[in-house]
T-cell receptor, first 116, second 112 residues
Framework: GAGVSQSPSNKVTEKGKDVELRCDPI?????LYWYRQSLGQGLEFLIY????????KSGLPSDRFSAERTGGSVSTLTIQRTQQEDSAVYLC??????????????FGSGTQLSVL | SQQGEEDPQALSIQEGENATMNCSYK?????LQWYRQNSGRGLVHLIL?????REKHSGRLRVTLDTSKKSSSLLITASRAADTASYFC????????????FGRGTSLIVHP
C-alpha cells in the first residue's frame, strides 16, 4: 500500500480479554516501531523491529504486552488480559532503515483501544 | 521517559500571525525532528535537523537548533486555520539506538 496501515482503527474490549493490533508497514521499510499515546499525552515508545528482530523490548509496559513481526513486514502487538489503563491510541510507524539515525518515521492512523 | 519537552503546552493565535514552539531536551542528540498530528491520530513528519545544523527551512516552517542550550524552536509563519494541530519534537540520541523519543507536544489553535 501507499502508507502504513493499521487495523482495526477502533477496538472496544472488556477488561480481561486479549486483543491483537495489526500494522502493515510501507513496502521496503525494514524498521518498524510501536508507540502508545494516552489522551492528551506524548508518545510512549513500546518496541521496535529491525527486520524480524526486536533488539530492545524494555519499552513494553508489562509482560502482558508482546509483539512479533513476520517476513520483515506485518507486525502484531498483542495485549493479554487487558486492563483499563491499557486504553490509548496505539501507533505504528515504519522507516527505511534504523542504522543511520537520520530516518524519518511514517506513521499509520493508529488503533484507538478502549477497555471497559 | 520523554527526552524532549515542548513549550508552550497550548498556543492560540489568529490567522496570519506567526507561531513559535520550543523544545528542550536533556542528552546529546544525533538529530531532532518535528512532527504534526491532527485529531489525535497519525503523525506526519515535518523537518529533520541534524546536530551539526543550526537552521532549516521548509515552506512556511523554520526550525532552529541550539545544541549548547539543548533546545530547538519551530516557527510557522503566516499561520492558517489549517495549521491547527498538535506539534511534537522527537530527539534521536547520539550513540544510542536511534529510536526517536517524543515530547508531550504543543497544541496549536489558529483562529480564522
Amino acid at each position: 500500500g501507499a502508507g502504513v496501515s493499521q487495523s482495526p482503527s477502533n477496538k472496544v474490549t472488556e477488561k480481561g480479554k486479549d486483543v491483537e493490533l495489526r500494522c502493515d508497514p510501507i513496502s521496503g521499510h525494514t524498521a518498524l516501531y510501536w508507540y502508545r499515546q494516552s489522551l492528551g499525552q506524548g508518545l510512549e515508545f513500546l518496541i521496535y523491529f529491525q527486520g524480524n528482530s526486536a533488539p530492545d523490548k524494555s519499552g513494553l509496559p508489562s509482560d502482558r504486552f508482546s509483539a512479533e513481526r513476520t517476513g520483515g513486514s506485518v507486525s502484531t502487538l498483542t495485549i493479554q488480559r487487558t486492563q483499563q489503563e491499557d486504553s490509548a491510541v496505539y501507533l505504528c510507524a515504519s522507516s527505511f532503515n534504523l542504522g543511520t539515525g537520520n530516518e524519518k518515521l511514517f506513521f499509520g492512523s493508529g488503533t484507538q483501544l478502549s477497555v471497559l | 521517559s520523554q527526552q524532549g519537552e515542548e513549550d508552550p503546552q497550548a498556543l492560540s493565535i489568529q490567522e496570519g500571525e506567526n507561531a513559535t514552539m520550543n523544545c528542550s531536551y536533556k542528552t546529546s542528540i544525533n538529530n531532532l525532528q518535528w512532527y504534526r498530528q491532527n485529531s489525535g491520530r497519525g503523525l506526519v513528519h515535518l523537518i529533520l535537523i541534524r546536530s551539526n545544523e543550526r537552521e532549516k527551512h521548509s515552506g512556511r516552517l523554520r526550525v532552529t537548533l541550539d545544541t549548547s542550550k539543548k533546545s530547538s524552536s519551530l516557527l510557522i509563519t503566516a499561520s492558517r486555520a489549517a495549521d491547527t494541530a498538535s506539534y511534537f519534537c522527537a530527539t534521536v540520541s547520539s550513540g544510542g539506538s536511534y529510536i526517536p523519543t517524543f515530547g508531550r507536544g504543543t497544541s496549536l489553535i489558529v483562529h480564522p
